[in-house]
């Protein structure tokens, strides 16, 4: 069974394997001439796709096919590359293009994740009686599409992350209006963030610390969201990776997906063609 629907994996894949450097089929360096020929990026992709899905160590995910020596070397070399996060701005121009992007208000949020064998974006978990965790800081349009991404140790507050968050999401979706409302939760609920917004001349709606406060009272329930889907990947909600390098490859590649899923799933309303998809769970 695949480990995601085809509408999902051909379209990732299209696209990023455009973005992947030329290399020769045998090494040009050998010193014998001749050498194994290097594994197909198709094949090494669809394990990476098992591994971020199902959350499995690439020991059990490798095959006869592929290794896990060869998708470590292989993400590690497309994570330096940094593709993954050009794949991401692509596929939010795409949604930009086809449905547009709802700019105008943005919902920024964190959400703290497992990272049992530590590394470069570990830190101690406030909610996880202290055990290594990964904190990711998430910013989304008014939809829901993930924008801006980044991630730090857990115990780093949500308020020092608004603003790379915003800086990223700018970043990945280029052009912003001039109006821009940032919907916050009380864990923003400071003068550092207020400071923050008003100096990037945005308004900003922040929940008030004391003050009972439903997620769907306000516009922010949208990230919200957006994490639940996050963590329907099982590399994101138990990191084993130590390399922050990394960590950034499947945070982007997981929110690439999202955004797809959902432009798919908006796109059939609005488009017709060959492959349309006929249900609407994607995942």
Known sequence: MPALP??????AWDQFSALLPDRAEFDPGHPL?????RIPDRVVFDHVIQALVHGSGYER????????????RRV??????????????????????MI???????SVDGCITKAPCGGEKAGRSPVDLGKRGLKRSVASDACGVPLGIVSDGAN????????????AAKEQAGAMPETINVNLDRGY???KSRVLIDDLGFSA??????????????????VERTHSWMNDYGKLRRCTERSGKVVEFYLHLAATLVTLRMLIRRATRLYRWDERPTTRRLK
């Open 6 to 11: 085809s509408c999902l994996l051909e379209s």
């Open 33 to 37: 001439g001749c050498h194994r020929r």
């Open 61 to 72: 995910v490798s095959s006869p096919a592929c290794s896990d020596r060869a998708i470590r």
């Open 76 to 97: 590690k070399l497309w994570a330096d590359l940094g593709i993954v996060q050009v794949l991401h701005q692509i596929t939010l121009e795409a949604y930009d293009r």
């Open 100 to 106: 547009g992007l709802r700019l105008d208000e943005v």
């Open 156 to 167: 780093r507050h949500d308020s020092w992350l608004l603003g790379p968050t915003l800086a």
């Open 189 to 191: 609920d400071s003068a």
């Open 205 to 222: 709606e922040i929940a008030c610390k004391g003050v009972p406060a439903p997620v769907q009272a306000g516009k922010r329930w949208v």
